[in-house]
């Protein structure tokens, strides 16, 4: 397994792929605890809909750190475009993400502290996501 790195941009994928994945993890497991909700008889039980959501951006997560790992890796190096791509895919939905949760869509614990972290984490995946693409159109 040749895991050789191109700088910069694969390194800062790297991390910038761990920060996000990590992010939607702990976003994941905040909306599992800010989100629940009283039952009756005093029971207290989290909304299905936060459920899915969590879900959602564990798979997130996953998917993130996954591709990161990948890029860095003789496999991603083969495939730059779709690593490149993927980072600006990856990029956008954290930035929606994250907008809901600062605007208040997404309620939980610490929600404008996750919602901006996400922004910024997705604007930095946007921009390394395209700095692979023009570096990998130029070679």
Do not use: C
Request: net charge positive; aromatic share 4%.
């Amino acid at each position: 397994m040749n895991v050789s790195l191109t700088p910069p941009s694969s390194a800062g994928g790297l991390i910038i792929g761990l920060l996000g994945g990590v992010l939607d993890f702990a976003s994941g497991a905040g909306l599992l605890l800010g989100g629940v909700q009283h039952t009756t008889m005093g029971n207290t039980s989290v909304s299905p809909q936060n459920e899915v959501l969590a879900l959602g951006l564990f798979v997130l997560g996953a998917i993130v750190i996954i591709t990161a790992v990948v890029s860095v890796m003789s496999v991603g190096r083969r495939q730059p475009k779709l690593i490149s791509g993927s980072m600006v895919a990856y990029g956008i939905v954290m930035l929606l993400i994250g907008g809901s949760m600062v605007g208040g869509l997404v309620t939980m614990m610490s929600t404008p502290l996750y919602g901006y972290a996400m922004i910024i984490v997705g604007i930095f995946m946007i921009v390394n996501g395209s700095i692979m693409s023009r570096t990998q159109m130029t070679m």
